[in-house]
Nanobody
Framework: QEQLVESGGGLVQAGGSLRLSCAAS????????MGWFRQASGKEREFVAA????????NYADAVKGRFTISRNSAKDTVYLQINSLKPEDTAVYYC???????????????WGKGTLVTVSS
């Protein structure tokens, strides 16, 4: 059964850093594009970052460019999100996502993890 499991969330002070991880299990995730979304309390879920399965090309939301870095270790079927210079407005549940269609990975991916909470204190 294909599954995405996030980890690495927690409470951090503004200006700090976190690295989120997403472990993928299943026979085909190695050829899936991977992404991160987030949802703050009372707001809609929004795209954060994505990475292709083969070329390593990335795409970021404007709000996180320069502070967030997505990467993947294909040998471990794991994708990471390095978050630097955290701000209180980054507080949200962060979700890992996957899809074979690059056009969908930033909008409506087919696979989702259950999320990990990041809380940034001011």
């Amino acid at each position: 059964q294909e599954q995405l499991v996030e980890s690495g969330g927690g409470l951090v002070q503004a200006g700090g850093s976190l690295r989120l991880s997403c472990a993928a299990s299943g026979p085909t995730f190695s050829v899936y594009h991977m992404g991160w979304f987030r949802q703050a309390s009372g707001k809609e879920r929004e795209f954060v970052a994505a990475i292709t399965w083969n070329t390593g090309n990335t795409n970021y939301a404007d709000a996180v460019k320069g502070r967030f870095t997505i990467s993947r270790n294909s040998a471990k079927d794991t994708v990471y999100l390095q978050i630097n210079s955290l701000k209180p407005e980054d507080t949200a549940v962060y979700y890992c996502a996957a899809d074979r269609n690059w056009g969908l990975i930033t909008a409506n991916p087919g696979y989702w993890g259950k999320g990990t909470l990041v809380t940034v204190s001011s």
